[in-house]
């Protein structure tokens, strides 16, 4: 899927990471996704290091505030809550921690399911309970 | 419970009087919502305050202003506006009140699909 955004260098400083799922490491640089079960290979397309599962974008709460520090002990599920666009366009991801509710902002990889991607974007556009028409036509 | 007067007493919370000014557009708004809850951003611009410290509890030293960045709809509830601190990069997610200016709800959640990594093209009709 070609992607239509350069890439940038991140702003924060990361870390190498060896797993994003300590839990399910194996050899030969993949990772079973603790959510779909999908084995995962570590080198993510574009980024310093795979944060989340790029089918079911779920991830672990392994990090602190940098990303890729490991400082987290919380090892909780964090699953995709909403995404945004950076100023430069490039679309991130926020997380939400099932075990301790800590937020966190990741840069999406270009492996991620375009399909699960659009789907969170649109997610507040098909809401039915909001006139988003409505609005949109203002 | 941030963008809140710190002078203001907790206690007063509930009374109809207590207000905020706004630190990015300085409008002076009441701290209860119309639905009744507290409100933690300014209806008119959506700004918040990092004033509470949700790792360890309690208010926070940062004090910087929180600038809306994304909107989430949990599966059964009502819009949630995620701030960022423009300072410590904090993250925040509270609840929508009736009376947040609907526009500027709106531009945030249609901003990342006039940005779309990947041409929609390829997606057909959905
Ligand atoms: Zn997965
Ligand atoms: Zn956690
Ligand atoms: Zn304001
Ligand atoms: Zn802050």
Redesign the pocket.
């Known amino acids: 899927m070609p992607r239509r955004n350069p890439r940038h260098p991140d702003r924060r400083t990361q870390r190498r990471k060896d797993v994003t799922h300590r839990a399910d490491q194996r050899p030969g640089g993949a990772f079973r996704c603790a959510g779909c079960r999908l084995d995962v290979p570590l080198g993510a397309p574009g980024t310093a290091h795979r944060n989340h599962c790029p089918q079911c974008l779920i991830s672990l709460h392994v990090d602190g505030r940098v990303p890729g520090d490991r400082a987290a002990d919380c090892g909780g599920r964090m699953e995709a809550l909403s995404l945004f666009a950076r100023p430069d366009g490039e679309w991130m991801l926020i997380h939400h921690c099932l075990v301790c509710g800590e937020l966190s902002a990741n840069r999406i990889a270009g492996d991620d399911n375009p399909l699960a991607l659009l789907r969170m974007a649109v997610r507040p556009l098909s809401d039915s309970r909001v006139p988003v028409r409505a609005l949109l036509a203002l | 419970m941030s963008n809140t007067n710190e002078r203001s007493n907790p206690s007063d919370f509930g009374s109809r009087t207590e207000t905020f000014a706004?630190v990015?557009?300085g409008?002076t708004v009441t701290a209860r919502a119309p639905d009744g809850g507290r409100r933690n951003h300014?209806p008119?611009?959506l700004?918040s305050r990092h004033v509470h410290d949700h790792v360890a509890g309690g208010p926070s030293e940062c004090q910087a202003r929180m600038s809306p960045i994304s909107i989430a709809v949990p599966r059964n509830g009502d819009w949630k506006i995620v701030h960022r601190c423009t300072r410590c990069d904090e993250l925040t997610a509270h609840g929508v009140h009736g009376d947040d200016n609907q526009l500027i709800l709106m531009r945030l959640a249609v901003r990342p699909l006039a940005q779309p990594p990947f041409p929609l093209e390829v997606f057909g009709n959905l």
């Open positions: 706004c990015w557009c409008l300014c008119s611009c700004q």
